[in-house]
Structure formats: C-alpha cells, structure tokens
C-alpha cells in the first residue's frame, strides 16, 4: 500500500536550517510528482513546494521561495525540502503528499506529517 | 486574485443536506479538489477532477460549480463528516496551489 513517511522536523531558531525527508513506498515513485503543504499550529492548509517526477521542474509559495529548495532521489524514492533562514512564521506540520497521476492539484495520498518549531 | 474563500463554520442536522463553499476567481479556470481533515490527523481528498470520488468515499459526497463559486454538498450527513474541509485550486499562473481557509463542519 501507498505510504508517505515525513522525517527530519525538530526545534530550531531564527535564522537556522532543517532538511526534511519523506520516505515513499508502495508505489512507482519516479512516475509521480510530489508535493509538500504546511499548517501551522490551529491554522489551515498552506501549499509550500512540488516538484515534477524527473525532478526538472520545481515550484515554489512565495513565502518561501528563495529560501527552500525541494528535490528528489528516485533511486531512493525520497522527496526532500531543504529549509534555510527559517522564521517564526515557518512553524507547523508539514506534509508530503503524492499528487494523483494525470491530476492537476489532487494530492491523493499525505503523509503523517512532521512538526517544525522555529522559535528563539 | 489568488485567494480561495470559505465561511469558517458550518453547522448540519444528522441527516440533512449541507453545502460547503468555496469562492475566488480562479476558480472559473480550474476545477476544484477538496480534502477534509479530521482532528490529528492528514488531510483526505474527498473530490477530484469534475465531481469525482477516489474509492472509499461515500457517495453521499458530490460537487459542483458555477462562476467563480464551487460547492461540496454532503447529502445525509453522518457524524462521522464532522471535519475540517479545504478547498484547492491553482492561482492565475497555474503554477502554485491555492487552499482555502477552511470550514469546520458540525454534525449536530
């Protein structure tokens, strides 16, 4: 079965990095492209990034471009979000989720989620 | 604009009909996905494409259009709908997610 397995989240200050990993299996990673979404605590759904299933393209919120950078191993079916100059406002959950072959924006499976702190 | 907007609570009596809505002006270009969230746990897309249900969810759930409005119309609501539900489209570049604010639904 599908699994999408978010890792990497933690406490950080201000100004510091995190490289979140998400771990697939179940499926044929490299056909698919991949998301990550965010919520902040008590707060709604925010699209962050995806990235197409060669990894050629990727796109980006613009509240977090130019300081994240999503990629991807195929070999490895992992999806990555490297996450510099990180602010208070970055707190949340943050989710992989696998966008639908052929879909547009249906992401039909999420991971659990890991947490992000970014607090002084 | 590029924004999805969603009236933040929405109340059903067990059993009844309820619509959900979602509006902004993209929303006259693409078609609209929506997710719900119950508490603690991941989002599930619940809608696809036209009016579409991936398996496992119940037929009671359908959507539909018109303008710039997409609507989620739950017919029979059962206690376990109570959720969080999202709308989803793209902005006028095409190229970023848009998610609404949210609603909560409450099953009375």
């Known amino acids: 079965q599908v699994q999408l397995v978010e890792s990497g989240g933690g406490l950080v200050k201000p100004g510091e990095s995190l490289r979140l990993s998400c771990a697939a299996s179940?499926?044929?990673?490299?056909?698919?492209?991949m998301h990550w979404i965010r919520q902040a605590p008590g707060k709604g759904l925010e699209w962050v990034s995806y990235i197409t299933s060669s990894g050629s393209y990727t796109y980006y919120a613009d509240s977090v471009k130019g300081r994240f950078t999503i990629s991807r191993d195929n070999s490895g079916n992992s999806v990555f979000l490297q996450m510099n100059s990180l602010r208070v406002e970055d707190t949340g959950l943050y989710y992989c989720a696998r966008l639908r072959r052929d879909g547009y924006h249906d992401l039909d499976y999420w991971g659990r989620g890991t947490p992000v702190n970014v607090s002084s | 604009s590029s924004e999805l907007t969603q009236d933040p609570a929405v109340s059903v009596a067990f059993g009844q009909t309820v619509r959900i809505t979602c509006q902004g002006d993209?929303?006259?270009?693409?078609?609209t996905t929506w997710y719900l969230q119950k508490p603690g746990q991941a989002p599930v897309l619940v809608i696809y494409g036209v009016n579409n249900r991936p398996s496992g969810i119940p037929d009671r759930f359908s959507a539909s259009r018109s303008g710039n409005t997409a609507s989620l119309t739950i017919t029979g609501a059962q206690a376990e709908d109570e959720a969080d539900y999202y709308c989803c489209s793209r902005d006028s570049s095409g190229d970023h997610l848009l998610f609404g604010g949210g609603t909560k639904l409450t099953v009375l």
């Open positions: 179940g499926f044929t990673f490299s056909d698919y492209y």
């Open positions: 993209s929303l006259r270009t693409y078609y």
